[in-house]
């Protein structure tokens, strides 16, 4: 547009050049001629001043292009010339601008096109995605289907929960489904218990760094190796975090530990707390966790045995003053306690004795983790005290979540999921129509793959023509880029070989003004 508008501005200097120049001409023909006829003895006198003021008026015209009657014809020539030559690249610079408008029409017709589709397959294709998902979910939990096969009532108040979620927590529909399922398979058939499950993996695998999945797979495991409830579950690992969150331990580490141990704390009497805030204190000091592990159980079981304690572990027990059938009962009713005061009256013991008497109650695999807990014996009593204080911890794992959830990423992920549950409604509407014309389609289609198969040549031939055609609509569709293209490229080609014109239209209307007079 701005060549053009150059091109255009020049071409109107032109026109008053060449037309100033041809006035003064013709102005000056007109007195040559009128003198003639009043040299010839007519009367024109009238006429002849009438021209000649005519003609003063022109050259005073003429003069502000610096054109005189010498060098009229020559800057008249000339400027004529320059605007046939400007008017073609006028022309030229006005195809390639509506060549360039065409491809622009062409492309808006075409993302037009693929908008137009794709408003209705993305919805389409979201919906079809959640009901596999959804589908994966219903085979895991009972009451999604009556017994025709339908789905109940309960399914869709799954499905209304799954996308419900999808509003609080930071991951895809596709992912909350997936855990649903997971928690059908632990037997979990209620929605709000499924919901709950489905929010402390979630949670979880914030709090613990780990995926959802592995999250959702560890809390089965603690449910079952523990005998916990959901509630519970929640517990430990709200506890989990708030000593890995105050002290050198991790929550992977102190979670190891503890589902190593799994339900030996229960049988000893020792509550899923307190198993959790010893574990806690040997990862703190790097324990390995299969150490650990072995360890505390061993610890816990040598303390309940009772009567069924060997001889040597009764004898050692007795050097510091324990019954073992006392002890056992003690465990039942005041596990920590019972560990606690044991551990003390082994640690009065003088420093050579400690390790055997140790041996002889725990086994000697065990000293490797207990006798780091004799030397922290106060953190270890310190850590119990937390364990049984849930107001220190309470809700840890989830206050942990909501604080790492403040981020542009999470906000982000619930926008989308906002925009895919309209997408996945939307899609929903349309599906029973896809479906429809699936079936359709099949039944239309076993005549036509019968006839193939009886007709070969007939349906090679038939195909062959179909790609000829295909291919016909992409190269027209590419024309419609490419001609335009190359009439451009051929416009500017045609440019480069008469390099004058641009050098002319690049000169200021002073300059050409000033040139043509100087050659006239």
């Known amino acids: 547009a701005g060549r053009a508008n150059r ?28 003198k003639a006829e ?39 020539a000339r400027a004529t010339a320059q605007m046939q030559r400007s008017e073609a690249a006028l022309r030229r610079q006005e195809t390639i601008m509506r060549n360039r408008s065409k491809r622009d029409e062409l492309k808006g017709e075409i993302m037009g096109t693929v908008a137009s589709v794709a408003v209705v397959a993305a919805p389409v294709k979201m919906a079809v995605e959640f009901e596999s998902a959804m589908a994966d979910a219903a085979k895991t939990i009972d009451g999604m289907r009556d017994s025709a096969g339908r789905l109940t009532p309960k399914y869709y108040e799954l499905e209304a929960a799954v996308k419900q979620m999808g509003r609080e927590l930071p991951l895809t529909h596709d992912q909350l489904a997936s855990l649903f399922a997971a928690g059908g398979q632990m037997g979990m058939t209620s929605v709000e218990e499924l919901r709950e499950f489905t929010q402390l993996a979630a949670h979880m695998s914030v709090g613990f760094g780990m995926s959802t999945d592995a999250a959702a797979e560890s809390i089965g495991g603690f449910r079952s190796a523990l005998g916990l409830t959901l509630k519970e579950t929640r517990e430990a690992l709200d506890l989990m975090n708030y000593y890995a969150n105050t002290s050198s331990a991790t929550e992977s580490s102190i979670a190891n530990i503890v589902s190593r141990i799994g339900g030996i704390g229960k049988i000893a009497g020792v509550s899923h707390q307190s198993v959790t805030a010893m574990a806690a204190t040997l990862a703190s000091m790097k324990i390995p966790d299969e150490v650990a592990g072995t360890g505390l159980k061993n610890f816990m079981l040598a303390l309940t045995k009772g009567g069924a304690a060997a001889k040597s572990a009764r004898e050692a027990l007795a050097k510091v003053g324990i019954d073992s059938k006392a002890l056992a009962k003690e465990m039942q009713h005041d596990a920590e306690g019972a560990m606690l005061a044991t551990m003390r009256k082994i640690l009065k013991l003088p420093a050579h004795m400690q390790a055997e008497v140790m041996t002889q109650i725990f086994g000697t695999e065990s000293l ?18 937390i364990a049984g204080d849930k107001s220190k911890w309470g809700g840890a794992l989830q206050e942990e979540f909501a604080n790492r959830a403040k981020t542009t990423a999470n906000a982000l992920i619930l926008a989308k999921n906002r925009v895919s549950e309209l997408s996945i409604n939307l899609g929903s509407v349309l599906l029973p129509a896809v479906v429809a014309g699936a079936q359709a389609f099949g039944h239309f289609i076993e005549p036509v793959i019968a006839y193939a198969q009886a007709n070969p040549a007939v349906v090679s031939g038939a195909f062959a023509l179909v790609g000829g055609l295909v291919a016909i ?21 045609r440019v480069a070989l008469t390099p004058l014109i641009w050098i002319t239209n690049a000169l200021t209307t002073a300059t050409f003004r000033q040139s043509v007079v100087t050659r006239a």
């Open 368 to 385: 490797g983790p207990i006798a780091p807990l004799l030397t922290q014996l106060d953190k270890l009593e310190e850590n119990l005290k």
């Open 473 to 493: 609509r992409v190269a027209a569709l590419a024309g419609g880029f490419g001609l335009t293209a190359l009439s451009n490229a051929a416009l500017v080609g």
């Open 38 to 76: 009043a040299a010839a003895g007519k009367d024109v006198s009238r006429q002849l001043a009438a021209a000649e003021r005519a003609y003063a008026s022109a050259s005073r015209s003429a003069a502000k292009y610096n054109i005189t009657i010498g060098n009229a014809a020559a800057v008249h």
């Open 7 to 34: 091109l255009k501005r020049d071409m109107k200097d032109l026109r008053a050049v060449s037309g100033t120049a041809s006035k003064l001409t013709s102005a000056r023909a007109t007195v040559d001629s009128l």
